[in-house]
Structure formats: structure tokens, C-alpha cells
């Protein structure tokens, strides 16, 4: 079965750059979505289609997917951005999710 | 306002059954496939099931096939998980989700409901 990989965790400062990676077998021939979620809440999508943010998600939320590597990036973090993050993709007919990467900002 | 209100979750014993239902309002439900969303505590997501919006289409994830029936009552607006045989490892808050069709993302989650299986 398809397997995406992130690491389990990472630390930023505030308004440094916060880069995700999500690491997949072809993973640049798939379309990668990214989700953000908060302590206690449920997920929200904030880039689908590897680079677009769906309305209302900041600018300094973006994405890039090529080869075997999608990457999720925060400019300018803020301490509202601390969260888990997740990328997600299709296997044929089935959801494969990355383990997801703990933000820490410190 | 898309709405998505899970409910069923509980204490159940291993081996036992437990029915989810998620009511969804706020969009034309019977125009969208489904999903189901899991997620153990302290841990990631894990997709459970989808199904298409005139239930043509079902998929499974290994983990729950042969255990798990999803089913939907569009007239209703609702979706629903049949859980069985249940194992310890399918203690999780179970979201229900709604996607954008095939090879796209879940735009709307529900609030979910824990399912808890211990003797």
C-alpha cells in the first residue's frame, strides 16, 4: 500500500520560515492536499492541489510537490499557526494521510 | 452552512458492534460522496471508507474491511458506519467528512465521535 512520510515533529521561531516535507513513492505525479489541525478541532484543508489555497487560508501558507517530496511551507510563522499538520493523497480509490508533523512555535 | 453532526460513539467490548451516524445540512447531500475519518488518540488521521454519492461505490481501508459497512440514506441526508467485530485498535473519534469527488480533498468535517473499545 502507498505510504506518505513526514516527521514527527518540529519547532519553528516566530516569523522564521516553517518548511514540512512529505515524503511519497512518485509523490510529484499525485496531486498532495495539506491540512492543519488544532488542538481539539477538527481538520481544515489550507492547500489542495499540491499549491492552492482554498479562500480565507493566509498567504504565507504554500505548497510545492516534485519528484518524491511535497513541502508545505509558513512564512512569517505565527504562534497561531502551531499545530499538526498533515498531507494526504490518493491511491486509485483510496485516502492515504501522512503520520503528521507536530509544530511547535517557540 | 454546511453542517456535518456525528453521533453513535461509545464504550463497546472487543468484538462487539456499534452503529455511527452523521447528519449532514447546508449542501445538497446526495450530489457528494462521503467518507469516513479516523483518529486514535494521540495519533493522525486514518481514512476508514468512502462512498459514492448514489452508494455505486464503496472502498474500505485494509484495516476495517470484512468489520466495517458504510451506507448512506440520501433521502435522509445521512451517512452511516456499521462497525463490528471491534477491536481495541479501532478506539478512535471518528470523523464523517465530505470530499469533492476522486482525487480531491475533504473541504468539510464534523466535530467527530469517540469510539471506545475496552473490556
Known amino acids: 500500500s502507498y505510504e506518505l512520510t513526514q516527521p514527527p515533529s518540529m519547532s519553528v521561531s516566530p516569523g522564521q520560515t516553517a518548511s514540512i516535507t512529505c515524503l511519497g513513492d512518485k509523490l510529484g505525479d499525485k496531486y498532495v492536499f495539506w491540512y492543519q489541525q488544532k488542538a481539539g478541532q477538527s481538520p481544515v484543508v489550507i492547500i489542495y492541489?499540491?499549491?492552492k489555497r482554498p479562500s480565507g487560508i493566509p498567504e504565507r501558507f504554500s505548497g510545492a510537490n516534485s519528484g518524491n517530496t511535497a513541502t508545505l511551507t509558513i512564512s512569517g510563522t505565527q504562534a497561531m499557526d502551531e499545530a499538526d499538520y498533515y498531507c494526504q493523497a490518493w491511491d486509485i480509490n483510496t485516502v492515504v494521510f501522512g503520520g503528521g508533523t507536530k509544530l511547535t512555535v517557540l | 452552512e454546511v453542517q456535518l453532526v456525528e453521533s453513535g460513539g461509545g464504550l463497546v467490548k472487543p468484538g462487539g458492534s456499534l452503529r455511527l451516524s452523521c447528519a449532514a445540512s447546508?449542501?445538497?447531500?446526495?450530489?457528494?460522496?462521503m467518507n469516513w475519518v479516523r483518529q486514535a488518540p494521540g495519533k493522525g488521521l486514518e481514512w476508514v471508507s468512502s462512498?459514492?454519492?448514489?452508494?455505486?461505490?464503496?472502498y474500505y481501508a485494509d484495516s476495517v474491511k470484512g468489520r466495517f459497512t458504510i451506507s448512506r440514506d440520501n433521502a435522509k441526508n445521512s451517512l452511516y458506519l456499521q462497525m463490528s467485530s471491534l477491536r481495541a485498535e479501532d478506539t478512535a473519534v471518528y470523523y464523517c467528512?465530505?470530499?469533492?469527488?476522486?482525487?480531491?480533498?475533504?473541504?468539510?468535517w464534523g466535530q467527530g465521535t469517540l469510539v471506545t473499545v475496552s473490556s
Open positions: 492541489e499540491d499549491s
Open positions: 462512498i459514492s454519492s448514489t452508494s455505486s461505490y464503496i
Open positions: 447546508g449542501f445538497t447531500f446526495s450530489s457528494y460522496r
Open positions: 467528512a465530505k470530499d469533492l469527488g476522486t482525487g480531491t480533498y475533504f473541504d468539510y
